[in-house]
């Protein structure tokens, strides 16, 4: 579904403009064509489960970060599974839409080094921690390319106080 989705963006079909007009399917999403394909997605077999079911804390990590200017993407659970609005599509490269859902590990395989004790810190211990103008290379239009970032990973915590997920900025 994914894949046809990428296809429908890229030619500005008349299907995706429905969608993004009339859908109003978890109102809480937004009407952006991120929110567009998470809805698409069946998140049934995945770690987060069904979207129907989603507890109150994601969903409102997800509508904070889909109603964003700046770039945010959620990573939810122990699996830290990717979420992302439309600004953060562009640093994801490449890789959008396949990288929603994707656990974090694997979207940035080639990076994990750097950047899974910095999302692995903020999920364990529950304090917000980041970098400054860090160098992480990104596919784009086929090729790698350095980018430099600054992004904080900030715990996002259940209605019990446990970590959850977390909302990272960049």
């Known amino acids: 579904q994914k894949s046809s989705l990428k296809t429908e963006l890229s030619a500005g079909a008349p299907l995706m403009n429905a969608l993004l007009r009339n859908d109003d399917t978890f109102p809480w999403l937004g009407n952006s064509q991120v929110a567009a394909l998470i809805r698409e997605i069946d998140w049934a077999h995945s770690p987060v489960g069904p979207i129907a ?4 804390s994601l969903r409102t990590a997800l509508n904070i970060c889909l109603h964003s200017s700046s ?12 979420f992302y609005n439309e600004t953060c599509a562009h640093n994801i490269g490449d890789r959008h839409p396949e ?5 974090a590990a694997v979207l940035y395989a080639e990076v994990w080094d750097f950047v899974g004790p910095i999302l692995n810190t903020a999920y364990a211990n529950g304090i917000s921690t980041g970098s400054r103008n860090q160098p992480i290379p990104i596919a784009r239009e086929g090729r790698l390319k350095e980018l430099r970032f600054d992004f904080t990973a900030n715990p996002v915590r259940d209605e019990d106080g446990n970590v959850v997920g977390l909302l990272a900025v960049a």
Do not use: D, F, N, Q
């Open 53 to 56: 079911h989603w507890s109150p």
């Open 71 to 82: 770039p945010i993407a959620v990573y939810w659970g122990k699996e830290l599974i990717t």
């Open 99 to 103: 990288a929603l859902g994707m656990p």
